[in-house]
């Protein structure tokens, strides 16, 4: 036959577990609700219902307040006068409701306050939190979501936002082109490759992403699918000079010094001026033999960044006498810093 204690026992075993699932669903829906809204309304319900089943499952028993009267002192005067036996039984009094109150133990009604209270306060910051979601959804897409995301280089999040994003409109260059940029960020090249080309299907004329697929190429060493965007890259935009550039990086890579230095020698012709084009082509044509080009594009090279230690080494040995004694000179202090 089963006692009120063991009834009170089970109660509190459901309670507790109940309070331990809609904790579990607590977690779960701080980590998935940032990536698609519809995990809270999913989630909630079942988070609210099973606190509900906690508490209802809380046994409501009160323990006893001990209360114990002290015996009235005994007076020593047989005959105490009327005024202090009052005076002595209103002390007496005060004492024991001291006493009795001091020990008085928290009742389980206290305790299910205060839970309800914690949970109150929880579902209350869901709540508030669900309304702004509301009204935000209406001013706010998700590409501008996973452009924040983006920003703040939550690639993860920003990446599942722009496929969002992507599915809403798929005449839409932009998402692919962010779910292209993400992939490329991660060094995800061929992901980066697929985005991009989804994104010129939609806009063939988007030179920049074409730009940045033929960099995917390039960083993978896929070297002729490289050469092959850039070239189409520069006869589709033939303003593009960057992929003049790039070309020249294409074939420097690959040893192939003089076509190289063809498309160096183009881009820089026509404005492409940075330390690395004017370094490495003033090396290409000090390895000619040009040694007057080599040491003008190394000083070019040097007013984008002076801090090359091999520009200096090379001006001093290309420089004799007193003409080179500076470059020998930075190239000795820069080497010890």
């Keep these: 036959m089963a006692t009120p204690g063991d009834s009170s026992d089970k109660k509190v075993a459901k309670s507790k577990l109940y309070f331990i699932i809609a904790t579990v669903l ?36 009160q323990r006893e307040r001990p209360h114990q009267r002290q015996e009235q002192p005994r007076y020593s005067n047989p005959e105490p006068s009327f005024g202090d036996r009052v005076e002595s039984y209103i002390r007496s009094e005060q004492s024991d409701f001291n006493k009795s109150n001091s020990k008085l133990p928290p009742s389980r009604n206290t ?24 009204f935000a959804s209406e001013d706010i897409s998700y590409y501008e979501i996973a452009e924040q995301y983006y920003y703040s280089q939550a690639y993860d999040s920003a990446y599942v936002n722009y496929e969002m994003a992507s599915k ?44 940045k697929k033929g960099l995917a190429f390039y960083y993978q060493q896929k070297y002729d699918q490289a050469a092959q965007t850039f070239m189409d890259l520069f006869q589709k935009d ?54 007057k080009k080599a040491i003008d ?26 003409d080179g004694d500076f470059f020998r000179k930075k190239a000795a202090e820069r080497s010890q810093q």
């Design 26 to 61: 607590l977690f779960l829906l701080a980590l998935l609700w940032s990536v698609d809204g519809s995990f809270f309304y999913l989630i909630s319900g079942p988070v609210v219902f099973f606190f509900y089943l906690g508490l209802r499952n809380l046994p409501n028993q």
């Design 111 to 134: 305790k299910r306050l205060f839970v309800g209270c914690i949970v109150v306060a929880v579902f209350g910051f869901f709540f508030i939190s669900l309304i702004i979601s509301i």
């Design 168 to 211: 809403e409109d798929a005449q839409d260059d932009k998402p692919f082109i962010g779910m292209g940029n993400v992939a490329f960020d991660m060094n995800r090249f061929d992901s980066a490759v697929s985005s991009y080309n989804q994104a010129l299907s939609i806009n063939p004329d988007n030179s920049d992403i074409q730009y």
């Design 238 to 291: 033939p303003a593009y000079f960057d992929a003049l550039q790039k070309l020249g990086d294409v074939y420097y890579d690959q040893k192939r010094y003089e076509e190289a230095l063809k498309y160096y020698d183009q881009a820089y012709a026509n404005g492409v001026r940075n330390n690395w084009i004017c370094y490495v082509s003033g090396y290409l044509y000090e390895v000619k033999g040009n040694t």
């Design 297 to 322: 594009l190394y000083k070019e090279a040097l007013s984008y960044d002076s801090t090359e230690v091999d520009i200096y080494t090379r001006l001093g040995t290309l420089l004799p006498g007193s």
